[in-house]
């Protein structure tokens, strides 16, 4: 089945510093890929949805110069946690979205999970 | 329009029982309505989706039940086991891109 690739899966880091996080559509091209924030015990958030090589659309109360979204192929696209702070502590998932016929069209990369210090 | 609305928020069922979730969606643009089910430090993984042309889907142990009328579908674990304990998330989409969520509940299966 089709695999998405998340890297890291877990990050340290001080506060002020930036952090990467890529995803990867392994086996097949994703359309679009989304971003997600989860709280412990809480439902998956969406952050902000990005198409190959445009600009990501970021969902309200998400800050796009705090998390800036790159979709530079159909098979990744980056997200980057810019100055962290202990409030972006998170998990954080991907998804890519992809439009063949039948079968499941989103699948899920198994997170990030950020804590800074 | 776009909320989700899912219960019970946690579900504590024998081992054998049977596990039955609801949920609750406004937007009657919605036409994929997936299952997911996530264990600590995982992403979500598909577990059984629904088109509302149909009013029922079994997969194994899992079926949705869809009623268009109610805006309404709700998931049922037959047979319940241990290794099912979990959270299960409900969502919505529209051609199964943008998804919705509902809010999730804790599934416990005692043995």
């Known amino acids: 089945g089709a695999v998405v690739s998340q890297h890291p899966s877990w990050v340290i880091c001080k506060s002020g510093t930036s952090v990467k996080i890529e995803c990867r559509s392994l086996?097949?091209?994703?359309?679009?890929m989304f971003w997600y924030r989860q709280f412990p015990k809480q439902s998956l958030m969406l952050m902000a949805t990005s198409n190959e090589g445009s600009k990501a659309t970021y969902e309200q109360g998400v800050e796009k110069d705090k998390f800036l979204i790159n979709h530079a192929s159909l098979t990744l696209s980056t997200l980057t946690v810019t100055s962290a702070h202990p409030e972006d502590s998170s998990f954080y998932i991907c998804?890519?979205?992809?439009?063949?016929?039948?079968?499941?069209?989103?699948?899920f990369g198994d997170g990030t999970r950020l804590s800074i210090l | 329009q776009q909320q989700v609305k899912q219960s019970p928020q946690s579900l504590i069922v024998q081992k054998g029982g049977i596990s039955i979730i609801n949920c609750a969606y406004e937007?009657?643009?919605?036409?994929?309505f997936p299952w997911y089910q996530q264990f600590p430090g995982k992403g979500p993984a598909l577990l059984i989706a629904i088109r509302p042309d149909v009013s029922e889907k079994k997969e194994g142990r899992f079926t949705i039940s869809f009623n268009k009328s109610a805006k309404q579908f709700s998931l049922h674990i037959m047979d319940s086991q241990p290794g099912d304990s979990a959270t299960y998330f409900c969502?919505?989409?529209?051609?199964?891109?943008?998804?919705?969520f509902g809010e999730g509940t804790q599934l416990t299966v005692n043995p």
């Open positions: 086996d097949f091209q994703a359309t679009t």
């Open positions: 998804s890519a979205y992809t439009r063949t016929g039948g079968g499941q069209p989103q699948h």
């Open positions: 937007n009657t643009a919605f036409d994929y």
């Open positions: 969502a919505a989409s529209i051609s199964g891109s943008r998804l919705t």
